[in-house]
């Protein structure tokens, strides 16, 4: 079965760093899509960052994270890096790794990771 592991999250302060990193694995057609939700208590679940093969050169990026975050896809590896920044209050969530499997054009999610950050 398909499977998104994340990994990285965790507390941080006010302007500090955090990478999150999801692994993939169990697709025999790989991943047309890798990327990250993020959804705050209360609020929808909102994407983050999304690499595709058609965006491999400009991933979609949330305006409120973009020039901040960085995601960073390897499809050989299947996996997919967000390289967060000058972390917020604001960018306080759980993060899920989302997947668009090939092919299948099937939707996969990981287990989510909390991202605190401190004010």
């Known amino acids: 079965q398909v499977q998104l592991v994340e990994s990285g999250g965790g507390s941080v302060p006010f302007g500090g760093s955090l990478r999150l990193s999801c692994a993939a694995s169990g697709s025999a057609f790989g991943f047309y899509g890798l990327g990250w939700y993020r959804q705050a208590p209360g609020s929808q679940r909102e994407l983050v960052a999304l690499s595709t093969d058609t965006s491999r050169f400009m991933p979609k990026y949330a305006d409120s994270v973009r020039g901040r975050f960085t995601i960073s896809k390897d499809n050989a590896k299947n996996t997919v890096d967000l390289h967060m920044t000058r972390l917020k209050p604001e960018d306080t969530a759980v993060y899920y790794c989302?997947?668009?499997?090939?092919?299948?054009?099937?939707?996969?999610w990981g287990q989510g990771t909390q991202v605190t950050v401190s004010s």
């Open positions: 989302y997947g668009d499997e090939a092919v299948t054009r099937t939707d996969y």
